[in-house]
């Protein structure tokens, strides 16, 4: 059962620009089944390989030239990062073909598979990424073609995510693709062989992290400052680690798509701006797994509840730009005098703030940090207050609100 993504449009545009898409992203949120749709649709029909199996990993690595003669183009080939050796390989061919096209590319780590690409295919390869399902591909509405911004017209509410307890069953549930086909499996089991994958796969396999237990407990103190700022130091003490190693591992979670890192905003707006980034993952899920929320009702009224809540957004909204190929211009803003915008989404030399409530009944109070922002700059426009009211109406003229199932 294929449901459709928003990035496929953009997918079949950029095939006609470039000879290689690179299609990045977590684990198991569907990069393969998206890419085998497309490519069975096109004609010729395109060829598909794993480097998840044993035989083809071998041979990409040992003797690249003849595992690119056995697998021609158009080709698929799944989990590149396990055999970097090929993209140099692939550059020759290209240039000799001078062909768009020929090669879609998957990947799970983003940083180490960045570091191959910009070294051998720079100027021929066009870099998408892909997360979970967002609320509208889950709900199949129809792409709106755009990102979100506040001052831009929003879709209409999705009946489904109306009421906390069903925002809070998808929040903990997760926004991977196997928790909407046939025969879903528990959550706590599907997250729980997800993590030891994950760890045993992606961290053993690709890094030179050595004891998997701490990292497991660093993940899991982590995840237990989502929505928070990161600080490195008290996550170490916590973790018994070194904060070297903290910061080495807190880069791994970055480059497998587990978390976020928002930055801070900074240009000539105050001097005493907090510059720590702010944690989130990309799926709630996961959090909530890490964290021992196991039931929608126990966790909407929880002590991380507003923190949930606000990652559950800032994920939605990081999806809506990436899933139709653009970066996420994303930042938030706080002083140490206590000012703060939880978002800020930075598009056309103009600054667009968003608040982020727990609450059906928002008003004015919960938007100082906004009209703050506006007294310093005089670039900010259209605001938004993101929370559980069931209909979209201005709070004034500077700031609409926005129902969460509207983004």
């Known amino acids: 059962m294929y449901r459709n993504r928003y990035l496929e449009p953009h997918i079949k545009r950029l095939t006609k620009s470039f000879p290689v898409i690179l299609l990045t992203g977590p684990r198991q949120i569907g990069k393969t089944t998206l890419l085998e749709y497309l490519g069975k649709r096109e004609s010729p029909r395109r060829n598909y390989v794993s480097l998840d199996e044993f035989g083809p990993r071998t041979l990409a690595n040992e003797d690249p030239d003849l595992f690119l003669e056995r697998y021609k183009p158009p080709l698929i080939i799944d989990e590149i990062q396990y055999a970097p050796g090929l993209l140099q390989r692939i550059k020759i061919l290209v240039d000799r073909s001078n062909k768009n096209g020929q090669y879609w590319l998957t990947g799970s780590q983003h940083f180490p598979l960045m570091h191959g690409v910009s070294e051998s295919l720079a100027g021929r390869v066009a870099i998408i990424k892909l997360l979970g399902f967002s609320q509208g591909e889950e709900y199949r509405k129809r792409d709106s073609g755009g990102t979100f911004r506040p001052d831009k017209k929003t879709a209409p509410p999705i009946k489904e995510m109306s009421g906390t307890d069903l925002v809070f069953e998808r929040i903990v549930r997760g926004t991977f693709p196997r928790f909407i086909h046939k025969d879903v499996p528990p959550t706590q089991t599907y997250h729980g062989s997800y993590l030891q994958t994950y760890i045993e ?48 591992w807190m880069g791994i979670l970055e480059a497998s798509f587990q978390v976020y890192l928002l930055r801070p905003y900074f240009r000539n707006i105050s001097k005493r701006q907090i510059k720590t980034p702010k944690l989130y993952f990309l799926d709630t899920g996961m959090v909530c797994y890490l964290t021992g929320w196991h039931s929608s009702e126990v966790a909407s009224q929880g002590a991380m509840a507003g923190s949930l809540l606000e990652n559950y957004v800032i994920s939605e909204i990081i999806k809506s730009y990436w899933h139709h190929g653009y970066e996420a211009p994303l930042w938030f803003w706080r002083t140490k005098e206590g000012h703060e915008v939880d978002l800020i989404i930075e598009e056309e030399g103009r600054l667009f703030p968003v608040e982020i409530k727990m609450s059906m009944t928002p008003d004015v109070n919960m938007t100082k940090g906004i009209l703050q922002l506006k007294k310093l700059s005089n670039d900010v426009g259209k605001g938004a207050l993101i929370c559980l009211a069931e209909s979209g109406y201005p709070l004034n003229r500077e700031i609409n609100i926005v129902p969460l199932s509207c983004i």
Not at 226 to 233: E, I, V
Not at 235 to 244: G, K, N
Request: hydrophobic share 50%.
């Open 201 to 248: 796969r992606d961290v053993r396999t690709l890094t030179k992290v050595m004891n998997l237990s701490a990292f497991e407990k660093f993940l899991r103190l982590a995840a237990a400052r989502a929505g928070q700022l990161l600080n490195l130091s008290e996550l170490a003490r916590d973790a018994q680690i070194a904060v070297s190693t903290a910061k080495e």
